[in-house]
């Protein structure tokens, strides 16, 4: 089985490797400090703090081996290699929205950088993956659940 590369932009792998290291260096005490204070109140079998904590605990180890599986398959998008001809991750992407009649700027990053509140939309979405290969001036018809949008490529950055 092959394994699935993450793409990555320099700033997504170095925020990913700073959520790293304070899940290591700040949060694991934490955890560790408030699962200490649970043992002292006695009982474990009855004690909903240790229990929280511990779960908390769980939770922390889950979020760093998944981190750090991320950073092991990442592949960095080098931006200054970025063709600003062609709508490539890395690319930013200024849309004009024939349904709303207004213009949009996407950034098409790797699904692990996503964030759609933030215009970051991942080259794995139905939209992103439909910019993929466009050019400025080209038309782009996008099935999504409610119907079909239409956007027309004002501009392609890095």
């Known amino acids: 089985m092959v394994e699935k ?3 990555l932009t320099q700033e997504g792998y170095n925020k990913i490797e700073e959520e790293v290291e304070y899940l ?5 005490k934490e955890v560790a400090e408030r699962i200490k204070v649970a043992i002292s109140f006695g009982d474990l079998s009855e ?3 240790y229990d929280e904590a511990k779960n908390e605990q769980a939770q922390v180890e889950e979020r760093i081996v998944k981190l750090e599986n991320m950073l092991r398959k990442a592949v960095i998008i080098d931006e200054s290699q970025i063709d600003s001809t062609i709508v490539t991750v890395g690319s930013t992407v ?3 929205d024939t349904d709303f009649d207004e213009e949009v700027e996407y950034t098409i990053v790797g699904s692990a950088e996503a964030d759609p509140y933030n215009g970051k939309i991942s080259n794995e979405s139905p939209v992103g993956k439909a910019f993929i290969g466009k050019q400025k001036d080209d038309e782009v018809e996008i099935q999504v659940p409610n119907g079909v949008v239409i956007y027309k490529i004002l501009d392609i950055k890095r």
């Open 5 to 7: 590369q993450e793409i």
């Open 24 to 28: 290591k260096t700040v949060k694991r």
């Open 47 to 49: 004690n909903a703090e």
């Open 94 to 96: 200024k849309v004009y």
